[in-house]
């Protein structure tokens, strides 16, 4: 064995973390949430911890319509616009106008803001006027809208559609937050097999495939 091979749990989560983040072409826009978040008391806005997990995943799916609930500041659309090739379109939903704000001039500094568009509103209003088939769907948003937001999940996704969900346990690190109850219901609603094919990661992602 390598004299530089981990030899522990822990060493092997630093190994990952230091070489994911060398590979994380937009790190720069992921660094600013959490300066963001103590500024302006977002607590729904924390990116995948992932990037290039969701660039891989969307290489993988090899998309042409991708849906986003939960832009925040458009780190994770920026990988999957990215990961998913210059033939996809992503829409992405954000409450805040703010953010919607912040996330297309990254958009822009990327020169992926004409493959990219953001849906600004609450996702309990976007969601019931979307139409048509999505290939992946990317879970990220408001614990609180978690079960509406799988409802329209399972309507949009194409069979044999990808949906990858992310801080599925927020609670966490914000105990408090409302919905938390929704999200430990949405977290067992895609394990049922006659619906989903799902596995969970160790960092709060799961993926599923529509059956």
Same mark, same amino acid.
């Given at each position: 064995?390598?004299?530089?091979?981990?030899?522990?749990?822990?060493?092997?989560?630093?190994?990952?973390?230091?070489?994911?983040?060398?590979?994380?072409?937009?790190?720069?826009?992921?660094?600013?949430?959490?300066?963001?978040?103590?500024?302006?008391? #977002?607590?729904?806005?924390?990116?995948?911890?992932?990037?290039?997990?969701?660039?891989?995943?969307?290489?993988?799916?090899?998309?042409?319509?991708?849906?986003?609930?939960? #832009?925040?500041?458009?780190?994770?659309?920026?990988?999957?616009?990215?990961?998913?090739?210059?033939?996809?379109?992503?829409?992405?939903?954000?409450?805040?106008?703010?953010?919607?704000?912040?996330?297309?001039?990254?958009?822009?500094?990327?020169?992926?803001?004409?493959?990219?568009?953001?849906?600004?509103?609450?996702?309990?209003?976007?969601?019931?006027?979307?139409?048509?088939?999505?290939?992946?769907?990317?879970?990220?948003?408001?614990?609180?809208?978690?079960?509406?937001?799988?409802?329209?999940?399972?309507?949009?996704?194409?069979?044999?559609?990808?949906?990858?969900?992310?801080?599925?346990?927020?609670?966490?690190?914000?105990?408090?937050?409302?919905?938390?109850?929704?999200?430990?219901?949405?977290?067992?609603?895609?394990?049922?097999?006659?619906?989903?094919?799902?596995?969970?990661?160790?960092?709060?992602?799961?993926?599923?495939?529509?059956?």
């Amino acid at each position: 064995m390598s004299l530089n091979e981990p030899k522990s749990a822990a060493a092997v989560k630093r190994w990952i973390e230091k070489h994911t983040r060398s590979a994380d072409r937009f790190a720069y826009v992921a660094d600013k949430y959490e300066p963001h978040r103590r500024e302006h008391g #977002c607590y729904d806005v924390y990116p995948s911890s992932n990037g290039p997990l969701l660039g891989a995943l969307a290489a993988a799916a090899r998309p042409k319509r991708l849906l986003e609930l939960g #832009c925040g500041l458009g780190y994770s659309s920026l990988w999957l616009a990215y990961g998913a090739g210059p033939r996809a379109y992503v829409e992405t939903i954000e409450a805040s106008k703010e953010h919607a704000k912040i996330a297309r001039d990254h958009f822009q500094a990327e020169g992926l803001e004409k493959r990219i568009q953001v849906l600004v509103g609450e996702a309990g209003r976007v969601l019931p006027a979307l139409k048509g088939r999505y290939d992946v769907i990317y879970f990220d948003t408001d614990p609180a809208v978690s079960l509406l937001a799988l409802d329209h999940s399972e309507r949009l996704l194409r069979k044999g559609g990808l949906l990858i969900s992310a801080n599925l346990f927020l609670g966490q690190f914000e105990p408090n937050i409302p919905g938390l109850e929704k999200m430990a219901e949405y977290r067992l609603r895609i394990l049922d097999t006659a619906r989903w094919l799902t596995a969970y990661m160790a960092d709060g992602i799961s993926i599923s495939i529509r059956v």
